[in-house]
């Protein structure tokens, strides 16, 4: 696993922030041959999360630098790029500027070619933004795999799919 911020190691002060400030806004995907499905999508998504919580974008232009600093050399991986702020905290929420864009590249998932789901009642807080509050979500994907299934469905209160 490698992670960059800004396109530098990690730092133990920027992982720590992470660990501890649940604040920010991600995207992920898989990375084959130094191509994205849908790259325009995810950037676009993370550009507007990015002005909502921040104030500011850091760019698709730099993102895209990023991205592609971080994955240089592999073939095919995970990459998950979020957006942080270490001004931003419990005791100070009130930064507004440009965060800081932390790439983190993993393995490949291997691809499946079938799944079992359960669907299950669940929206997350401020659904319009893909943040790093996923306590709920992994609860529910956890409770979902002990129950024998292989993720879960997540369904609004009318029964229509939010996510999956």
């Known amino acids: 696993m490698s992670i960059l911020i800004d396109g530098?190691?990690?730092?133990?002060?920027d992982l720590a922030h992470q660990a501890l400030v649940n604040y920010g806004a991600y995207t992920s995907?898989?990375?084959?041959?130094?191509?994205?499905?849908?790259?325009?999508?995810?950037?676009?998504?993370?550009?507007?999360a990015a002005v909502e919580l921040f104030g500011e974008s850091p760019g698709e232009a730099?993102?895209?630098?990023?991205?592609?600093l971080a994955v240089e050399g592999s073939d095919a991986c995970w990459l998950r790029v979020?957006?942080?702020?270490?001004?931003?905290?419990?005791?100070?929420p009130s930064f507004v500027g440009r965060p800081k864009v932390m790439t983190v590249v993993?393995?490949?998932?291997?691809?499946?070619?079938?799944?079992?789901?359960?669907?299950?009642p669940y929206v997350r807080e401020t659904p319009h933004l893909?943040?790093?509050?996923?306590?709920?979500?992994?609860?529910?994907?956890?409770?979902?795999?002990a129950a024998?299934?292989?993720?879960?469905?997540f369904v609004d209160d009318q029964g229509h799919v939010s996510e999956g």
């Open 29 to 48: 995907f898989r990375v084959e041959h130094g191509a994205v499905r849908g790259l325009d999508l995810h950037l676009a998504r993370l550009d507007q």
């Open 130 to 145: 893909k943040h790093v509050a996923t306590f709920g979500q992994t609860r529910v994907r956890r409770a979902a795999r």
């Open 82 to 92: 979020s957006l942080f702020s270490p001004e931003i905290g419990h005791r100070n």
């Open 62 to 68: 730099e993102v895209r630098r990023l991205a592609a």
């Open 148 to 153: 024998g299934f292989d993720d879960a469905l």
């Open 106 to 120: 993993s393995p490949p998932p291997p691809l499946a070619t079938s799944m079992r789901v359960t669907a299950v």
């Open 8 to 13: 530098l190691p990690a730092a133990p002060d």
